[in-house]
Structure formats: structure tokens, C-alpha cells
Nanobody, 126 residues
Framework: QVQLVESGGGLVQAGGSLRLSCAAS????????MGWFRQAPGKEREFVSA????????DVADSVRGRITISRDNAKNTVYLEMNSLKPEDTAVYYC???????????????????WGQGTQVTVSS
């Protein structure tokens, strides 16, 4: 049974930082590209960042470029999302997802992903 468990969300003031983690189990972690998405109330789920199976290539949404870093530790079956200079518009539930992608691929499309976590709330106050 595949499980993706996000942690690290919370309430932070604008300009602050958070580090989200997503621990994976029940799958061969190194065979999956990993992605982070977010969904704010009343809005569609949107792409935040993704990383290839080996971690050599990443993709970041324009809305968060320069403020977010994605990384992974395949030995720990964990993917991270470091978020800095947070803004109130970053407030959302953040989800991690796993995609059994080919090497070198890190998709920004939600429908490319096979497994999803339950999400962690990030709230940025002004």
C-alpha cells in the first residue's frame, strides 16, 4: 500500500520560511518522480515544483520561482520543499505526489501523477 505523508505545514508570517517534507512508503521511491502541488480555497490545484527520479532535474512554477527549492533524499524516501519569502497568496493545502515517470521527466501536470498524499496546510499571515 502506497502512502505519501506530508508534514511541516503551519502558520507563518509573510516573509517567513517553511520546510515541507513528504515521506513515501510502499513504493520503490527512486523509480518515481515527485511533485508538489497546492490548492487554495475555491481554486484549482496548481503545480508548485517537481523533481526527477534521481534528483538531477527540477521544475518550478513561475509564481514561486526564486523562493522555493525542491529536493529529495532517496535513501530516506523523502522529498522536501523549502519555501522562503512566503506571501499570503502562498496560503493553500500543499500536496506531494508520485509519478512513475521515465528517467529525466518531472511533470507539472496533476494527471501525470499516480499517488497523492493527504496534504498539509500552509497559512501565511500578512
Amino acid at each position: 500500500q502506497v502512502q505519501l505523508v506530508e508534514s511541516g505545514g503551519g502558520l507563518v508570517q509573510a516573509g517567513g520560511s517553511l520546510r515541507l517534507s513528504c515521506a513515501a512508503s510502499g513504493l520503490t521511491f527512486g523509480s518515481y518522480a515527485m511533485g508538489w502541488f497546492r490548492q487554495a480555497p475555491g481554486k484549482e490545484r496548481e503545480f508548485v515544483s517537481a523533481i526527477t527520479r534521481g534528483g538531477g532535474t527540477t521544475d518550478v512554477a513561475d509564481s514561486v520561482r526564486g523562493r522555493i527549492t525542491i529536493s529529495r533524499d532517496n535513501a530516506k524516501n523523502t522529498v522536501y520543499l523549502e519555501m522562503n519569502s512566503l506571501k499570503p497568496e502562498d496560503t493553500a493545502v500543499y500536496y506531494c505526489a508520485a509519478d512513475r515517470a521515465t528517467l529525466g521527466v518531472a511533470s507539472s501536470r496533476p494527471d501525470a501523477y499516480d499517488y497523492w498524499g493527504q496534504g498539509t496546510q500552509v497559512t501565511v499571515s500578512s
